[in-house]
Structures are given as C-alpha cells and as structure tokens.
C-alpha cells in the first residue's frame, strides 16, 4: 500500500488524469479521436491533450510576402509593401504555382491608414507554397480589404470576398472614418484567378468574411456559407443568391468586453464532416491594459453549421514565432489567420497578418504547421 505521504499526491494525479482524459471526439476539439486508453489521439498538425493547439514548426525568414523594405520615390509612406495576411492558392493548370491573394497598403502607407488604403494584390511563388511571394497583380484598387477566395466546383469559377468599395485613389495615409464607408461585405467571381472579376455584389452587412462552399462530390450543391466577425454564420442558395443567418449569436463569455467577442474567423469542413473555426481571440487586450500579443489564436469547432458551435478559453496559437535561422520573435499582433490544406484537407501551412514589436509596417507570414508540408513540397518537386 502506499504510505499516507504519498496518498494526496496519488489522489492529485488520478485528478488530473481524470480532467485530461477524453470520453468524446468534442474532448479531443473534434481534431483527433478519443482512444480505448481515454488519452486523444489528434489528427496532423494538432497537439495537445485536448488535441486544440496547431503544431507550428519553425518558418523561414523571407518567406511569406514580406516587402516592408520597398521603397519607391512616389510613395507617401515610409512602410514599403506593407500587407496583412493573405490567402495562398495552387495554381489549376500549373501545380507548382502558387498565387497569394493578399491585402497590401497602397503607396507605402502602412496597416494604421488601413482604411482607405488597403487594396488586393496577386502575388506569385515559384519556389513552392511558402514563398517567397513577389507582386504580380493589382486585383482591385482601394478601397477594398479583408479578402478571401476559394475556389467554387458547382461555379467553375473562383469567389473572391472583400469588404470595402470604389473610391477615389486617396492620395494621403491618413486613416478614415469607418462611418463614410458601408460595413458591408461583397463577392465577386472569376474564370482564372488572374481575373477578369465581376463587379463586387454585396452579400451581407458585416466584417471579416470567412466562405466555404457546401459542395462535396457526393452532394454537388452550389449552397455556400459564409461566416462573419464574432462567428455569425450565413449560408446562401449560390455565391450571388441571397444570404440567410443560419446560427444564432453565442455568449462566448470569453471576455466582459464583449460576449461574442472574437473577430477575424476562418472556416473549414474537415474530412470527417466537423467544422472548425480559427479565430483572432484578442483576449491579452483586455488582460494586459490594450497590448495586443502574445495570446492572439483561438480554435472553435462543431459537428453542425448552424449550431452546437464548442469554444475553450485557451489558446491555439500565439504570436511567438520560432524562425528555421534559430530566431524566436513575439509579434505584437498576429491576425487574419488562414489555413491552407493539402487536397485531403491536412493542414499545411498558417499564413497571418504580422507586425513586429515597436514597428508600423506589416507583412503576411506563412508558418508550416506539424511535418505532412515536407511531402507536400517533395510531391511537387521543390
Ligand atoms: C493510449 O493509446 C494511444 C494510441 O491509441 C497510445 O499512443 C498511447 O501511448 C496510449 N497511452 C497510454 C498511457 O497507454
Ligand atoms: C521582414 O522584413 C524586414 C525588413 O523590412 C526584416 O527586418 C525582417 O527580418 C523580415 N521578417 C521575416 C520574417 O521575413
Ligand atoms: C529587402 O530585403 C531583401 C532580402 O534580404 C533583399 O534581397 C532586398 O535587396 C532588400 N530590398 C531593399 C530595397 O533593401
Ligand atoms: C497597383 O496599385 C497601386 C496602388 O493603388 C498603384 O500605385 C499602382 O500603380 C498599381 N499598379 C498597376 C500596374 O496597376
Ligand atoms: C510593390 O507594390 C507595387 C504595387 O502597388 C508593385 O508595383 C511593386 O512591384 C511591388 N514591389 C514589391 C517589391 O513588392
Ligand atoms: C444592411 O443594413 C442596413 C441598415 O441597417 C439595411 O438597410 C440593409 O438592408 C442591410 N443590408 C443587407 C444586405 O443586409
Ligand atoms: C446537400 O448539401 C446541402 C448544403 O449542406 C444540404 O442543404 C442538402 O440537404 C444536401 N443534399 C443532400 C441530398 O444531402
Ligand atoms: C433576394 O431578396 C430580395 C429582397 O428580399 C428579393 O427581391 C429577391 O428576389 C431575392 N433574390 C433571390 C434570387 O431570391
Ligand atoms: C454566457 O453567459 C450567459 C449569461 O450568464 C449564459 O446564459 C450562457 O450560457 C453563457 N454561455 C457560455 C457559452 O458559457
Ligand atoms: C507560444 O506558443 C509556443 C508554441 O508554438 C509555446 O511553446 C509557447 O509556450 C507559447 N507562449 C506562451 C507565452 O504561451
């Protein structure tokens, strides 16, 4: 028997081992299964007990699309190429093609003059999915931000979404009120995605657009749900039809801030059918008196679309970012974060908006995640 002294202590770990001990596929963040022994067994590119934080492996500097070090005579600002996340997509017709969607400021302004100034680029990778990325593309003018694109089976075409509008190019950094501009979401579409696009159609009034198309080859619908700020959730008849609200708000309770406070969601539907949000969690503002970092990534996930939606007061990622040359550096703000996935939908690769302590420009990170991203690359040759 086991003395007296040691007794508590044996108590304290069948305790713990108790709360990290999984009964569900939802104790285990529906990343993983929950195997005979009661311990998660996570999918690839998720660890943890509790299989909720993404295995983020070291990134290679100058990957990404990093161009704050630009300068041009008639730009306004000091910030080079500045820009705040993206969205990589493998070329149709070439494999070894990547094209990276992403929100850059326009004229060397930086993210603080982000409105008006932000406007879509197409950039370009021959040197596999990380980058780096070069400027190949204005794909619209200012003032448009936020963007998405996927690409739409039942459509044959690539959606783009975006918030913003049409306007004058302005002709200072100088940050706007956001009450001159609707707060609107719109979607455009396109046969290549080197364009041309079909005028922006406003889908919904909201932020941060997060499409993914229902379509799976068992079921060729053209229905596309669309998730916004603080996971409100829409779906649609087709891309151009009219969006309906299908979930209902959630007290996420993370904050008093705010009840629903997350905002910047990612959506995807994993192969076994669960969906899964990323989302900029912001709990370290209110924490720590408006600093911005380190706590900055959030994992939600559910079985059903519109409801039973699951989101634990723990981190999935943070701003603190190990770099192959040895180099670990916090970032003062990492956001927009976005998911790219091989074809069986492991992820791969994390692309974010990031800014450096004590610094104003901003560039878009792509950070492998766990170790299928090596044969991935392989396959493609590079
Ligand atoms: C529990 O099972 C998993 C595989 O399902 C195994 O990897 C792990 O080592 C087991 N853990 C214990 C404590 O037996
Ligand atoms: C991004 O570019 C800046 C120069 O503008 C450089 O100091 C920094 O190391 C680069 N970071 C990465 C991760 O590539
Ligand atoms: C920016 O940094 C890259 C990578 O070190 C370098 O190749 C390039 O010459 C630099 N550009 C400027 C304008 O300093
Ligand atoms: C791309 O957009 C920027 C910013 O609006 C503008 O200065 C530049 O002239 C555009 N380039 C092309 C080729 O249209
Ligand atoms: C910077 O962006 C402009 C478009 O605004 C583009 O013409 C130029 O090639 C880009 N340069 C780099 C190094 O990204
Ligand atoms: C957006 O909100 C405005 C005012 O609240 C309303 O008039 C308009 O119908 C809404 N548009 C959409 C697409 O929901
Ligand atoms: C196909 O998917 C849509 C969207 O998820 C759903 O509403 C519809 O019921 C599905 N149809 C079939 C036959 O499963
Ligand atoms: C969308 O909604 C508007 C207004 O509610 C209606 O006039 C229009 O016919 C609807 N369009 C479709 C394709 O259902
Ligand atoms: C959030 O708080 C409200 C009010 O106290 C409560 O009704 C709700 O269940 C809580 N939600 C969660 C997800 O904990
Ligand atoms: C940030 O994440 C890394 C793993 O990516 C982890 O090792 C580190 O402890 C985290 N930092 C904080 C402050 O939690």
Not at 101 to 126: H, K, M, Y
Not at 196 to 212: C, M
């Amino acid at each position: 028997m086991f003395s007296r002294r040691l007794r508590p202590i044996l108590t304290l770990l069948s305790l713990v081992t108790l709360i990290l001990a999984c009964t569900t596929e939802e104790d285990c963040s529906l990343n993983g299964i929950c195997s005979s022994n009661s311990t998660c067994h996570c999918g690839p590119g998720w660890i943890g007990s509790d299989c909720g934080r993404l295995d983020l492996v070291p990134a290679a500097r100058w990957t990404g699309y990093n161009h704050t070090n630009y300068t041009d005579p008639s730009y306004l600002g000091s910030y080079g190429n500045s820009s705040w996340g993206g969205r990589i997509v493998q070329d149709r017709e070439d494999p070894r093609l990547f094209h990276l969607l992403v929100d850059q400021f326009r004229n060397g302004c930086g993210l603080s003059g982000w409105r008006p100034t932000s406007f879509i680029a197409r950039a370009e990778s021959r040197n596999g999915p990380q980058g780096p990325y070069v400027w190949a593309q204005n794909t619209t003018s200012s003032f448009r931000h936020n963007a998405d694109v996927v690409w739409s089976p039942a459509d044959d075409k690539y959606l783009l979404w975006a918030i913003g509008a049409d306007i004058a190019d302005p002709t200072s950094c100088k940050s706007i009120s956001g009450s001159q501009f609707p707060a609107v979401i719109s979607v455009s579409s396109a046969s290549s995605i080197r364009g041309p696009w079909t005028p922006f159609r406003v889908a919904i009034n909201g932020t941060n657009p997060a499409p993914w198309p229902l379509y799976e080859e068992r079921n060729k619908t053209s229905q596309i749900t669309l998730a916004a700020e603080d996971l409100k959730i829409y779906a649609a008849p087709q891309w151009d039809g009219n969006y309906t609200r299908i979930n209902s708000p959630v007290p996420w309770n993370t904050t008093d801030y705010s009840p629903t406070w997350t905002e910047d969601p990612f959506i995807w539907r994993d192969k076994r059918g669960n969906w899964h949000a990323l989302a900029h969690w912001m709990i370290d503002i209110v924490e720590h008196d408006g600093r911005k970092y380190p706590r900055t990534g959030a994992h939600m996930f559910s079985r059903n679309l519109a409801e039973g939606w699951h989101f634990k007061v723990q981190e999935a990622f943070n701003s603190t970012v190990t770099f192959t040359d040895g180099a670990v550096e916090t970032f003062n703000r990492r956001e927009r974060s976005k998911i790219f996935f091989d074809e069986d939908l492991t992820p791969l690769y994390l692309v974010s908006g990031v800014q450096a302590l004590n610094s104003k420009t901003s560039f878009t990170l792509v950070q492998p995640i766990g170790d299928r991203w090596h044969e991935y690359e392989k396959r493609l040759g590079f």
